[in-house]
């Protein structure tokens, strides 16, 4: 699947914000409406727009303390990972998760209220999976970055 132009600006003026009116986006990016929309619908339909969501600032809905925990395995099968994965997102605390390569099999941040709903997380998630070998928990005292836009690069071909 090959992205044009046109394309990539679309994508580019919705990772900015992804609320803007078909009408605006088409002319911010210099096509008709109609032919925005179908370009958006085609990037959704392809997998490219996966989703479309509001951002939310954690600490404005009660959850305030945020977790980075790196989880080690102590067998690395596919079955016993896939179990893990499972219980991971089954708990809605769990923003992201990722299967890394490394010293440690995995790493996902949280989102909870407060230590006492981290520990019963850790709990349920860690201290009670066999295969969980070990976790380490680092709370952010300060976020610093946190984009959920992906950086573009410039497409071969001038665009349709």
Do not use: W
Not at 26 to 51: P, Q, T, W
Not at 57 to 64: G, L, M, S, T
Not at 67 to 85: I, K, P
Not at 97 to 106: A, I, K, L, P
Request: a negative charge.
């Amino acid at each position: 699947m090959e992205l044009d132009a046109f394309d990539h600006r679309i994508l580019t003026a919705l990772q900015r914000d992804a609320d803007i009116s078909n009408t605006l986006l088409a002319d911010a990016i210099g096509l008709s409406a109609s032919a925005c929309l179908r370009r958006v619908a085609r990037l959704k339909k392809l997998g490219v727009i996966r989703r479309v969501v509001a951002v939310i600032d954690p600490a404005k809905v009660n959850r305030a303390l945020t977790a980075v925990v790196t989880v080690e395995f102590a067998r690395h099968g596919s079955g016993y990972r896939q179990q893990f994965v499972g219980k991971v997102r089954s708990e809605a605390a769990i923003t992201q998760c990722y299967v890394v390569t490394g010293e440690v099999s995995c790493v996902v941040i949280l989102h909870v209220h407060d230590m006492e709903e981290y520990l019963s997380l850790a709990d349920r998630l860690f201290d009670q999976d066999e295969n969980v070998q070990a976790f380490h928990t680092y709370i952010v005292m300060q976020t610093v970055k946190q984009e959920t836009s992906i950086p573009l690069e410039a497409p071969n071909r001038a665009g349709d």
